[in-house]
């Protein structure tokens, strides 16, 4: 991909840093990392469309970075858009991000549904393990210096978005070794910085979400499905962990609006070619109209449906990937 970013011509201009609903690490260390950089350059501002997830939090108070939550767009020359690719993931700033006659800017790992920003503009590497990794290449072909905050920063990003080097290539340690040569911290050492306390509600919300358990096996392949009213995305990866090949954890956000998180682990996508956003979010999205994107492993959809009529699709979809040209072996498990 094109590294070239125009950083210069961001010097003297008021620029925004916006990022995804909820935002996460990765969300909040690229954001951080930039507004590190330029704050001494140009009045800069990052941007967090309705929330902000508790790790990112965390490391916003860590390292002391500044955020508004659905900040004005008024007066802004410059937008860049980072960690998302559509406008449905700035939620209540989506109509702002239209409206506004801003220089529009995308940097991003993920394939994008619809166009965002201009080609010129758009700085897409969806085989980039995080938003991170883009930008930490990005000040190495523009010579931009860092220091060992940033070094940290981009760090937490790449370690949380590869699910601690899980979803990880060659290229991204030799990107780790040269960051902490620069971070002064060991991995240890951010690790810690990263861990979380979890709050008593998540732990009620992750064992109530393992007694919800469907369970089939299709094949060799274990496929789970569950559904709670928060940390949807935290436990499909639970599941991964502990022996689902491919999980599907479901919120009722309210009585008409459905969350799905996603996650496939690396054998079914190297085995079966399978990937969550093609396999699965393409087809939801022209079924039930809703809005969605990820990566082959992990991915989110959310649309205006019944859990069952979702759940069922799902089955299906992944059934007929699994299944193409093979013998089929279907079981559901009960808890007898």
């Known amino acids: 991909m094109n590294l070239k970013f125009p950083f210069s011509s961001l010097c003297g201009k008021k620029v925004l840093l916006l990022t995804h609903r909820s935002a996460d690490v990765d969300a909040l260390s690229s954001s951080a990392s930039l507004y590190l950089i330029f704050k001494d350059k140009c009045d800069i501002t990052i941007g967090i469309p309705d929330s902000i997830n508790g790790d990112a939090k965390k490391l916003a108070q860590h390292y002391s970075i500044p955020y508004k939550i659905n900040p004005n767009f008024d007066k802004f020359d410059a937008i860049i858009l980072l960690d998302l690719n559509s406008a449905e993931m700035l939620a209540s700033l989506s109509e702002s991000f239209s409206d506004s006659k801003a220089e529009k800017f995308i940097i991003d790992h993920h394939e994008f549904s619809k166009k965002l920003v201009s080609d010129k503009n758009s700085f897409i590497d969806p085989d980039a393990i995080s938003t991170s990794t883009i930008l930490f290449n990005m000040f190495k072909e523009n010579k931009i210096p860092y220091d060992k905050t940033v070094a940290q920063l981009l760090l937490c990003g790449i370690i949380t978005d590869s699910g601690n080097f899980y979803h990880a290539d060659k290229e991204i340690f030799i990107d780790v070794y040269e960051l902490l040569s620069k971070a002064e911290m060991s991995y240890s050492e951010i ?67 459905l969350v799905l998180s996603a996650r496939a682990n690396i054998t079914v996508q190297k085995k079966e070619n399978f990937d969550l956003v093609s396999d699965i979010i393409a087809p939801l999205q022209s079924k039930f109209s809703g809005r969605g994107g990820g990566h082959a492993g992990a991915a989110a959809f959310e649309c205006k449906a019944k859990l069952e009529d979702v759940k069922s699709y799902c089955l299906d979809l992944v059934k007929k990937k699994l299944t193409k040209g093979k013998k089929v072996e279907f079981k559901e498990y009960s808890y007898d």
Do not use: P, W
């Open 191 to 257: 690790l810690n910085m990263l861990a979380l306390e979890q709050h008593y509600s998540e732990k009620i919300a992750r064992l109530k979400a393992m007694c919800r358990l469907s369970i089939f096996r299709i094949n060799d392949y274990i496929i789970v499905f569950s559904h709670i009213g928060s940390f949807n995305s935290d436990i499909a990866q639970l599941f991964i962990k502990i022996g689902a090949d491919i999980s599907f954890v479901f919120s009722e956000v309210s009585k008409t609006e």
